[in-house]
């Protein structure tokens, strides 16, 4: 039962992200808008997507906490609460501008794609091609995805820093900095060297596992 559900809730996810893909493929076209608009409560509902889409990711983190799957959980962890505190800090203002923020569509991108390359080989765990994707492209969306959170978080940063009668000004400081920081330092240093350790055997026809799958099959 709980395989079934585990696949459902990952078909889910496979499904949202490509729809986010979608509506980023297709911004000039009159049915995407309503994804960037703010509602009457001033409510995005591109943002209530991913919130919905990164709750699952939360539920993968404590399926690694409880070791009912394998992964990094401290770098799951920081990954998904930099993505949360620009989806809540970060984001919004750049999708509801005139014209939306380059930074905040290069971001957006960085994520589908990479969330687009990493559900296939959870659903189709033997296959080489899904395995493939999953390792190879965070190599190109990582970065970029990085870079641009940074970026992001500066510019918000930037103008909340003259506005400290903000009731969460040292909380929403706190968050922008770390995401500034972890992503400058930590980023360049441990978690991009990490993926390529995983992504270029791949990328080179040296990936072991795959090897000794193919020879077993």
Not at 172 to 179: D, E, N, S, T
Request: hydrophobic share 50%; with cysteine; proline share 4%.
């Amino acid at each position: 039962m709980e395989g079934i559900f585990i696949t459902l809730l990952n078909t889910a996810a496979l499904a949202g992200w490509s729809l986010v893909l979608g509506i980023l493929l297709s911004q000039s076209s009159e049915w995407t808008l309503q994804f960037f608009e703010p509602s009457m409560s001033d409510r995005i509902l591109l943002i209530d997507l991913l919130i919905v889409l990164e709750g699952i990711c939360f539920v993968e983190i404590g399926r690694i906490a409880t070791g009912q799957i394998k992964g990094n959980l401290v770098l799951g962890v920081v990954l998904h609460m930099i993505r949360m505190t620009c989806l809540l800090l970060v984001l919004p203002d750049g999708l509801v501008a005139a014209e939306s923020d380059n930074i905040c569509i290069m971001v957006l991108y960085s994520w589908a794609l990479t969330e687009v390359g990493r559900y296939p080989m959870y659903l189709f765990p033997s296959s080489s091609i899904a395995r493939f994707v999953r390792l190879v492209l965070p190599i190109i969306t990582f970065p970029i995805g990085a870079i641009g959170e940074a970026v992001g978080a500066y510019g918000v940063l930037s103008k909340l820093w003259d506005n400290n009668a903000d009731s969460l000004y040292w909380i929403k400081i706190g968050l922008l900095g770390g995401v500034i920081g972890i992503n400058s330092l930590l980023g360049p240093t441990m978690a991009y060297p990490a993926l390529l350790k995983k992504g270029l055997p791949v990328l080179l026809g040296k990936d072991v596992k795959a090897s000794t799958t193919k020879k077993s099959a």
